[in-house]
């Protein structure tokens, strides 16, 4: 059939080009495969179709059993509402097959259509999950009701429904959902699991949202994300090809939680915007810190959203394990930004209601509802298996009027659950007791494997269970490895599978565990890192603790990655505990290296002292086991830490490293560390030959080896000797090429310090509307992703940039912005810049004290750090409090700044700022009217100007020259210098995009005039 026709039946429009099925406006949600299954049908209407050709022609007869079948036409008919008994599309055919018998139409694929919700809710809603008839709650249903319609309105409601296990919750959830009538209703829902501590950062929101961009109709849903939520997207491996991962890294690069978070927000409330949406999270007592905090966000945020928050989950668990939603419930209601719907057992009236729909043809429903509601307090999952077990007990229909005195209940109404399970077979039983290990869904195909069974037999014991509506229930089906489709089942409730797994032994719980954890490793192979949490959890309670701590540690990564550093510290800490149990010479080493990985996580989130803490004790531990190397890494570690809040400190731990490094008889090592050393040194205190050997070895080792940890590292410190040096090309060429790796191993700060070498050479070299493009990229992706340090950086780069075309204001007004905003940062860095720019601003608008203030604080800084300041600033800092001393006609304070510039610019030789430091020169010469002096210091100037291109300080060299050649009255050679001048600043200016209003500014300047004319 031709898949550009598209086809009608009944209300529904499929679309077999873009794999969508319509109902009316509205998308349903369908599988891959069942979709798939759904159009074979529809191409063959009238026609018998067997199983046997239904598998071949949907499923290839890829050791696909025929549970599977049977599964997706249940789960076809659940969305297409057709009831098996009475079908008005799709017709079983005992023994043979199906058949669909709608009438079907084909129309021109062409033709336009109204889209409908991005998360439709039509074929979600489903009265399946829950064996008992939906009775009761009749007043939290008007309440959810009304809740609702206020959403409807724009404005947004959270809910949380709280209540004990088998209360009614997700039973309560499933009625509310039948009666919304909306024609363009959204619906998301996410279940939390239970795992080793928190869960997964975002896992629960993360898989639903990937189960639907895999339906049919995903790709608008990707596209979506794509562009709101481009982090998220970043996680879902399944949705995404190798290249389209790669363009969204560059993208991503340097997201921190606080922008995966905001994204998600912002993603809800797109999807919120036109169309109600609710959004359904269960089992919150078991999920990760990360998810909590977005039901908070999307709780304080105030713009209008059509959106409906419903989160459950049990008290007592959150008690016990002192979960945070506790807490972001009770702050939201305090401010009326939530409600509470705290559910208690049915009443006695309701029980009634349910005995006479359950079991209509038994009497003695009055009695009886008194009975079980004074035995089970109206808890509806008890209720409903006692009134079962009574059932088969044949004692439903007895005389009402000896209910009381003739019926014996179980004492412990859980022992109720065990009977139900002894009337299982011996074969029914071993094969739940083994699921219970899994959690509350599961394949078939791992149950098949773990209890060593055939996958068909197994399968057709979990079909025939959830048909039974014993204790199971059908969730769709799995793809295994190799290609093995498998039915997907779970349990009715997770009391079902508590009593279960009690009912194992300790020593076959463990055995279990450890098959499961080794069965899914083998199954996943080199993708067992997606679910790391979950074999972290087997192999702990398998007892096989090196593999659970394995998986911890790449839990921590997928956490990182994820941007949620507190779950990966959560694992780290869970697997430094888990060590304590190793053997001795196990134990000493995985201790070290969990240290050391805490420390670097920490040390992401700008809390240095806990980092500094982690790494010291990594250290005490290694010298103790006598691990030299993992010493020195630790070492090493604490030294990145110190280079921001105390670098006296960290080149006093780098040149201890040297030291040990030595000790170690690895040259490699070796080389790597005195390199580090180097880069230190060179960038902090004093240019030395053999600090530069030695950084040269190591970047020639990165090169060699093309390690691209070193590699990057070495890198980001050459390009910035290179413009310490002045090399300002050649700063951008290896400045590039440092980011071009950083994007590959994921290193944001790097790149952000490669991109500001970048920025800092093109304003030397005169390039400003390039310096001005970069400035702007740098500022988007700091300010996306909320880096303080990078949005600080940048905005004072903007300043120096806005204080170079002479708009003192506009710098002004940046600087004391970015200066607000470093108040809780110890960036040393930042705050010397900061200072500095502050400084020249002030002396553009003649502001004098205030400059002198400015460069005062820059002394407190350099005194709190012994001097050890970035050494491309020194320069700027003495050539600024040269000019403010000029200004106050202080000419040997004036000087003394100038001939610190030029000592300064000697090692590394700096031609730029040893030009501009003898300008200065010139220009106190030239007041103190020594015009001989002049000369020469200007003559100084020239010569140091044609050792390098910086056409920022060659116009204002030549502009003093001319100066000086006409206070001597050589006014030829005076007007040469100051055409050369005008004609360079005419240069920078056409660099400039002619919308922006610096071009403008920097047009006034007078020697722009001069040239003009």
């Known amino acids: 059939?031709?898949?550009?026709?598209?086809?009608?039946?009944?209300?529904?429009?499929?679309?077999?080009?873009?794999?969508?099925?319509?109902?009316?406006?509205?998308?349903?949600?369908?599988?891959?495969?069942?979709?798939?299954?759904?159009?074979?049908?529809?191409?063959?209407?009238?026609?018998?179709?067997?199983?046997?050709?239904?598998?071949?022609?949907?499923?290839?007869?890829?050791?696909?059993?025929?549970?599977?079948?049977?599964?997706?036409?249940?789960?076809?008919?659940?969305?297409?509402?057709?009831?098996?008994?009475?079908?008005?599309?799709?017709?079983?055919?005992?023994?043979?097959?199906?058949?669909?018998?709608?009438?079907?139409?084909?129309?021109?694929?062409?033709?336009?259509?109204?889209?409908?919700?991005?998360?439709?809710?039509?074929?979600?809603?489903?009265?399946?999950?829950?064996?008992?008839?939906?009775?009761?709650?009749?007043?939290?249903?008007?309440?959810?009701?009304?809740?609702?319609?206020?959403?409807?309105?724009?404005?947004?409601?959270?809910?949380?429904?709280?209540?004990e296990a088998g209360i009614g919750k997700t039973t309560l959830i499933d009625m509310f959902l039948s009666t919304v009538k909306h024609p363009h209703l959204g619906l998301l829902r996410a279940r939390c699991v239970e795992q080793c501590g928190a869960g997964e950062a975002f896992m629960p929101l993360l898989e639903a949202l990937e189960a639907r961009c895999r339906e049919s109709g995903g790709k608008r849903l990707i596209d979506h994300l794509r562009r709101c939520a481009p982090t998220w997207l970043m996680q879902m491996t399944s949705v995404l090809a190798a290249e389209e991962r790669e363009k969204l890294g560059d993208e991503v690069l340097g997201a921190t939680s606080g922008r995966m978070l905001r994204e998600a927000a912002e993603l809800i409330e797109s999807l919120s915007a036109e169309n109600p949406l609710i959004l359904v999270i269960d089992d919150l007592h078991w999920s990760d810190h990360a998810t909590v905090d977005l039901i908070s966000l999307l709780g304080r945020r105030n713009t209008p959203a059509q959106l409906f928050v419903i989160a459950t989950y049990r008290p007592v668990d959150v008690d016990l394990t002192r979960h945070p939603i506790k807490r972001i419930r009770q702050e939201l209601q305090a401010r009326s930004l939530c409600a509470e719907l705290r559910l208690s057992g049915l009443a006695e009236d309701e029980i009634k209601e349910y005995l006479a729909v359950r079991y209509p043809e038994e009497a003695g429903h009055e009695a009886l509802s008194s009975s079980l509601y004074r035995w089970t307090e109206g808890h509806p999952f008890f209720m409903v298996n006692l009134a079962a077990h009574l059932v088969d007990l044949g004692r439903l229909s007895a005389d009402a009027g000896h209910f009381g005195s003739n019926l014996t209940i179980p004492d412990n109404l859980l022992e109720m659950l065990d009977a139900q399970i002894d009337r299982l077979s011996d074969a029914e039983r071993h094969r739940l007791e083994v699921?219970?290990?899994?959690?509350?869904?599961?394949?078939?195909?791992?149950?098949?494997?773990?209890?060593?069974?055939?996958?068909?037999?197994?399968?057709?014991?979990?079909?025939?269970?959830?048909?039974?509506?014993?204790?199971?229930?059908?969730?769709?089906?799995?793809?295994?490895?190799?290609?093995?489709?498998?039915?997907r089942y779970g349990f009715r409730h997770s009391l079902y599978r508590e009593v279960l797994y009690r009912r194992l032994s300790p020593g076959r719980r463990m055995q279990l565990h450890r098959a499961t954890g080794e069965r899914l490793e083998r199954g996943y192979g080199e993708k067992s890192r997606f679910i790391a949490a979950e074999l972290a959890m087997?192999?702990?309670?398998?007892?096989?603790?090196?593999?659970?701590?394995?998986?911890?540690?790449?839990?921590?990564?997928?956490?990182?990655?994820?941007?949620?550093?507190?779950?990966?510290?959560?694992?780290?800490?869970?697997?430094?505990?888990?060590?304590?149990?190793?053997?001795?010479?196990?134990?000493?080493?995985?201790?070290?290296?969990?240290?050391?990985?805490?420390?670097?996580?920490?040390?992401?989130?700008?809390?240095?002292?806990?980092?500094?803490?982690?790494?010291?004790?990594?250290?005490?531990?290694?010298?103790?086991?006598?691990?030299?190397?993992?010493?020195?890494?630790?070492?090493?570690?604490?030294?990145?830490?110190?280079?921001?809040?105390?670098?006296?400190?960290?080149?006093?731990?780098?040149?201890?490293?040297?030291?040990?490094?030595?000790?170690?008889?690895?040259?490699?090592?070796?080389?790597?560390?005195?390199?580090?050393?180097?880069?230190?040194?060179?960038?902090?205190?004093?240019?030395?030959?053999?600090?530069?050997?030695?950084?040269?070895?190591?970047?020639?080792?990165?090169?060699?080896?093309?390690?691209?940890?070193?590699?990057?590292?070495?890198?980001?410190?050459?390009?910035?000797?290179e413009y310490a040096r002045a090399g300002y090309r050649s700063t951008i060429a290896v400045a590039e090429e440092g980011m071009a790796v950083a994007q590959t191993v994921g290193d944001a700060l790097r790149y952000m310090i490669c991109k500001a070498l970048c920025i800092r050479s093109l304003i030397y070299l005169g390039e400003w509307g390039e310096a001005r493009r970069h400035i702007d990229s740098g500022l988007q992706m700091a300010e996306k992703n909320d880096n303080v340090f990078a949005i600080i950086h940048f905005t004072l780069l903007l300043s120096w940039l806005h204080e170079q075309a002479f708009d003192y204001r506009g710098a002004l007004n940046l600087c004391q912005a970015a200066m607000e905003r470093m108040r809780d940062q110890r960036d040393l860095s930042n705050a010397f810049l900061g200072v500095i720019r502050l400084g020249w601003a002030h002396l553009g608008l003649r502001q004098n004290s205030e400059a002198f203030d400015s460069f005062r604080k820059g002394y407190h800084i350099l005194e709190a750090c012994?001097?050890?300041?970035?050494?491309?600033?020194?320069?700027?800092?003495?050539?600024?409090?040269?000019?403010?001393?000029?200004?106050?006609?202080?000419?040997?304070?004036?000087?003394?700044?100038?001939?610190?510039?030029?000592?300064?610019?000697?090692?590394?030789?700096?031609?730029?700022?040893?030009?501009?430091?003898?300008?200065?020169?010139?220009?106190?010469?030239?007041?103190?009217?020594?015009?001989?002096?002049?000369?020469?210091?200007?003559?100084?100037?020239?010569?140091?100007?044609?050792?390098?291109?910086?056409?920022?300080?060659?116009?204002?060299?030549?502009?003093?020259?001319?100066?000086?050649?006409?206070?001597?009255?050589?006014?030829?050679?005076?007007?040469?210098?100051?055409?050369?001048?005008?004609?360079?600043?005419?240069?920078?200016?056409?660099?400039?995009?002619?919308?922006?209003?610096?071009?403008?500014?920097?047009?006034?300047?007078?020697?722009?005039?001069?040239?003009?004319?």
Not at 133 to 162: D, H, K, M, N, Y
Not at 611 to 629: C, M, P, T, W
Not at 917 to 939: F, Q, S, V
């Open 1 to 163: 059939m031709d898949t550009h026709k598209q086809l009608i039946f009944g209300p529904f429009r499929l679309d077999a080009a873009n794999a969508v099925l319509w109902r009316g406006a509205e998308t349903v949600s369908l599988p891959p495969k069942v979709f798939a299954l759904l159009h074979y049908l529809a191409s063959n209407p009238g026609r018998l179709l067997t199983k046997d050709h239904l598998l071949d022609a949907v499923w290839r007869r890829r050791f696909v059993s025929e549970s599977v079948l049977k599964g997706c036409v249940n789960e076809l008919r659940k969305a297409l509402a057709d009831d098996p008994k009475s079908p008005i599309y799709i017709e079983t055919v005992a023994k043979h097959g199906y058949r669909f018998i709608a009438e079907v139409k084909q129309v021109d694929g062409a033709e336009t259509f109204v889209s409908g919700p991005l998360l439709p809710a039509t074929g979600t809603i489903s009265h399946g999950a829950c064996p008992m008839p939906w009775v009761g709650r009749r007043s939290e249903l008007a309440w959810l009701e009304a809740r609702f319609e206020r959403a409807c309105q724009g404005e947004r409601q959270i809910v949380f429904f709280t209540g």
């Open 866 to 1013: 012994q001097g050890l300041m970035d050494q491309y600033l020194m320069p700027l800092f003495h050539l600024g409090l040269g000019e403010y001393w000029f200004t106050q006609s202080e000419w040997k304070k004036a000087e003394e700044h100038a001939e610190k510039v030029c000592a300064l610019s000697a090692l590394p030789p700096d031609p730029t700022h040893r030009a501009l430091g003898h300008r200065l020169l010139a220009e106190t010469a030239i007041a103190r009217k020594e015009m001989d002096r002049a000369r020469t210091e200007i003559g100084h100037a020239l010569s140091w100007l044609g050792k390098t291109e910086a056409p920022v300080a060659a116009w204002r060299v030549y502009a003093t020259a001319a100066q000086v050649e006409s206070v001597c009255g050589n006014s030829q050679v005076a007007a040469t210098y100051r055409h050369r001048s005008a004609e360079i600043l005419g240069r920078v200016v056409q660099s400039m995009d002619k919308t922006d209003r610096l071009r403008q500014s920097l047009l006034e300047h007078p020697l722009l005039a001069d040239l003009a004319a």
């Open 538 to 721: 087997h192999f702990e309670r398998g007892r096989l603790l090196s593999k659970a701590i394995a998986y911890l540690r790449s839990a921590a990564e997928n956490a990182v990655r994820r941007y949620a550093n507190r779950e990966a510290i959560g694992y780290l800490t869970h697997a430094l505990e888990l060590s304590d149990s190793l053997p001795e010479t196990e134990r000493h080493t995985l201790a070290i290296e969990l240290l050391i990985e805490r420390g670097a996580v920490k040390r992401s989130m700008n809390d240095s002292d806990a980092a500094v803490a982690d790494f010291s004790a990594a250290r005490e531990r290694a010298s103790g086991a006598g691990l030299q190397f993992l010493e020195l890494k630790a070492i090493v570690e604490e030294s990145r830490v110190h280079y921001w809040k105390d670098r006296p400190r960290c080149l006093a731990l780098m040149s201890e490293a040297v030291e040990r490094a030595k000790a170690l008889n690895d040259e490699m090592i070796e080389i790597r560390v005195r390199g580090s050393y180097a880069g230190w040194h060179l960038s902090l205190q004093d240019w030395s030959e053999h600090h530069i050997r030695d950084f040269q070895r190591a970047l020639d080792l990165a090169q060699t080896t093309r390690n691209p940890e070193l590699l990057h590292a070495s890198l980001t410190l050459h390009s910035s000797f």
């Open 435 to 487: 699921a219970s290990v899994f959690g509350e869904e599961w394949s078939a195909a791992l149950l098949a494997a773990v209890a060593g069974e055939d996958l068909a037999t197994v399968e057709g014991c979990c079909d025939e269970l959830s048909r039974r509506g014993q204790m199971l229930k059908s969730c769709g089906v799995d793809e295994w490895e190799e290609g093995v489709v498998a039915g």
